[in-house]
């Protein structure tokens, strides 16, 4: 069989052969109870950097020794690109949500061997899901397994904006100390409103880190949590996004990008916020109208903006929100820490382990199979038809 495969490039300097660290924390279990992936084996060394062109998910020498066709590209945009071209008899492609290749309809319809799209991590809007139902194509992530990294660069973002530390830093940088432009934007997080769009598994992680934080907890999400959850936490359920914005003072969004929720956060949206309020968005670009969030930087309506996801991916060098006011973006990285890539490259290997041996997959992992939306999909998203 043949597998398509498309990791980010590697780093400008090589891929690395010593790590700051040693090792990294063996993680077995998920809050709740769900394991990590729990694979047959392994071909690669937790803290190895895996998501690169050389580390190739860390599953190419095992699928070659199984007599497979491994293809390896970075070149993903365009009907000339190498994607394209080994897409036509690829039977999966595996692709991650930090240097996505975008699989459109068109894409789809000229696959005409393709069975099974891997999001290596969580998020499969790149692959557009009518489509993949239309062919009977499957498509799985490995639900959980970056979830609680993304949920730490959420809490730090939101600490970033708040406690303005981008401009603080610059201001060391430059060899300065005029700590009243520093402080002129300066709040303390405790005794907020933080609410967040979503309390799925990163959503639910960020209410749990930022208990301690002593602030004041909204939530929306079309699933309610239980009584238990909410009183253990002390959250404020809201039955709309319209509802909870008009309390906060910081806003997260941990929703996926799908019909329901394309293009949410537009100038109507950042209208009912509160003045000055914070956002923060490490789910999806394609969910904010990136135009309407700048133009409410500037006029101050946003306080700040964070986070490390774009549209399209990479993003074009002029995208605003590269150099608009009081941002804390940085390239989609939040879920591909080494040790997230250690746990979803193990959950690629379980995913396509099952594939070969004909067993069932995790239901967690399946988002489209079988011409419908399954598992996490069927929970989480919505499709066009
Ligand atoms: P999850 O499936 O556990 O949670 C998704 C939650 O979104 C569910 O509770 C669902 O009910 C809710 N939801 C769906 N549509 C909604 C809507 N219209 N309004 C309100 N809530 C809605 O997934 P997760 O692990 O929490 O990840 C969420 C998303 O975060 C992913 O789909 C992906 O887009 C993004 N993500 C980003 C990174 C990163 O590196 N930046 C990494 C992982 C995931």
Known sequence: MKFLLVPYPDPVSGHPTKYVRDSIPEIKSYPGGATTPTPKAISFKPGELLGDETGAFGIKSWLESLGHQVVVTTDKEGPNSVFEKELVDADVVLSQPFYPAYMTAQRFAIAKKLKLCVTVGIGSDHYDLDAANEHAVTVAEVSYSNSRSVAEHIVMTALILVRNFVAS???????????????????????????????GRIGLDVLRKLKPFDLHLHYYDKHRLTPKLEEELGLIYHASVDEMLP????????????????????????AKCKRGVFIVNTARGGLCDENAVAEACKTG???GYGGDVWYPQPAPKDHPWR???YNAMVPHISGTSLS???????GTREILEDFLEGRPYRKEYLIAHKGRLAGAGAYAYTTRQ
């Not at 060391?172 to 309390?199: Q, V």
């Open 247 to 270: 309390f906060l003072d910081v806003l997260n969004i941990s929703c996926p990008l799908h019909p329901e929720t394309q293009g949410m956060v537009n100038a109507k949206f950042i």
């Open 340 to 346: 997230a890539q250690a746990r979803y490259c193990a």
């Open 323 to 325: 150099t608009m006011p």
């Open 169 to 199: 830093h610059e201001v060391a940088k430059a060899g300065g100390w005029n700590i009243a432009d520093c402080a002129e934007r300066s709040y303390d997080l405790e005794g907020m409103h933080f609410g967040t769009i979503a309390a």
């Open 301 to 303: 309506q946003i306080g």
